[in-house]
């Protein structure tokens, strides 16, 4: 069973970047579809963006579509999103997400907040 641990969240004005990284462990990684998601406060979880297994193929939420970048390191068993453009309505805690068949995967969780 993978775990996942999700890092580089924080703070960050309108506009910035920031940069995400999901460690997994366990065995085949790459035999996963990797994303991530996010919640805000008094939201339902959203989809950010999927991976494909080998990388080859990404798709993004209309709303992050241009300013957000999924990709993934299968030798680092590592997925990552880099975050351009931020805005306010990105805050959220950011989740990992691995999905091979009907298992579904989640860690724990990364803070990230864009002040106005």
Not at 70 to 95: C, F, G, W
Request: hydrophobic letters at 30%; charged letters at 15%; proline letters at 3%.
């Amino acid at each position: 069973q993978v775990q996942l641990v999700e890092s580089g969240g924080g703070l960050v004005q309108a506009g910035g970047s920031l940069g995400l990284s999901c460690a997994a462990s366990g065995p085949t990684f790459s035999s996963y579809v990797m994303g991530w998601f996010r919640q805000a406060p008094g939201k339902e979880r959203e989809f950010v963006a999927t991976i494909s297994r080998s990388g080859g193929s990404t798709s993004y939420a209309d709303s992050v579509k241009g300013r957000f970048t999924i990709s993934r390191d299968n030798a680092k068993n590592t997925v990552y999103l880099q975050m351009n453009s931020l805005k306010p309505e990105d805050t959220a805690v950011y989740y990992c997400n691995a999905k091979l068949l009907s298992q579904k995967h989640w860690g724990q969780g990364t803070q990230v907040t864009v002040s106005s």
